[in-house]
């Protein structure tokens, strides 16, 4: 069964400066990880998905993650955020079954 | 573009009543599913649905939970006896069946509380 971590439940940044939202999964078998956003009020949306090749993974809003197999990371970043991307963030794998696993999630706050 | 719905978007009920959560997926999925997340913890998966069985299903899924595909559009929950712990976001989502490269989409939750 797979297990993942976010490092951080909140981190706070100045706009316009890079922010990068940790995660750590832990997988016996092949496993497909995501990152989903929710913003307030709303549902959880697929901000981007690693299946396999590339482990460099661009998505929606500017934000890219990094697969390292290695480290078992999944890392989210982005160079410079905005005000709008105050949300929460989670980290997610699948394996073999269709159910997902999540993280417990980060809430990134972005400041003026 | 097309999305999940979810109603009510909180419900407020008495320990010990039924409660239904309703969900109307996209509509060319083939493939739904619940989630909850309790305040301060983890989403948590419930169950698949698919071809009008169960297809997987959690520990959590025991026999006070239900699920139904009641006509063309509407998946709904139905917890029989609600208890104080079943107080949660219930999420539902649903995803084309297409295999490990599909998403599941997700509805904006309903909100329960068990008093």
């Known amino acids: 069964a797979q297990s993942v971590t976010q490092l951080d439940s909140q981190v706070p940044v100045f706009e316009e400066a890079p922010v990068e939202l940790r995660c750590n999964y832990s997988s016996s078998v092949s496993v497909y990880l995501f990152w989903y956003v929710q913003y307030p009020n709303q549902g959880l949306q697929l901000l981007l998905k690693?299946?396999?090749?590339?482990?460099l993974v661009k998505g929606i809003n500017g934000f890219e993650a990094e697969f390292n197999k290695s480290q078992t990371s999944f890392h989210l970043r982005k160079p410079s955020v905005h005000i709008s991307d105050t949300a929460e963030y989670f980290c997610?794998?699948?394996?073999?079954?269709?159910?997902?696993?999540f993280g417990s999630g980060t809430q990134l706050t972005v400041l003026p | 573009e097309p999305e999940v719905t979810q109603t009510p978007s909180h419900q407020v009920t008495q320990m010990g009543q039924e409660v239904i959560l309703r969900c109307v997926p996209i509509?060319?999925?083939?493939?739904f599913y619940w989630y909850r997340q309790i305040l301060g913890q983890k989403v948590e998966f419930l169950v698949s649905f698919y071809n009008n069985e169960i297809s997987e299903k959690s520990e959590i899924f025991d026999d006070q939970f239900s699920v139904e595909r009641p006509d063309g559009s509407n998946f709904t929950l139905k917890i029989r006896s609600t208890k104080l712990e079943d107080s949660a976001m219930y999420f539902c989502?649903?995803?084309?069946?297409?295999?490990?490269?599909?998403?599941?989409?997700f509805g904006p939750g309903t909100r329960l509380l068990v008093l």
């Open positions: 690693y299946l396999s090749g590339s482990t």
């Open positions: 997610v794998a699948r394996g073999s079954a269709r159910q997902l696993t």
């Open positions: 989502a649903s995803s084309e069946g297409t295999g490990a490269a599909e998403t599941q989409y």
């Open positions: 509509s060319n999925h083939l493939y």
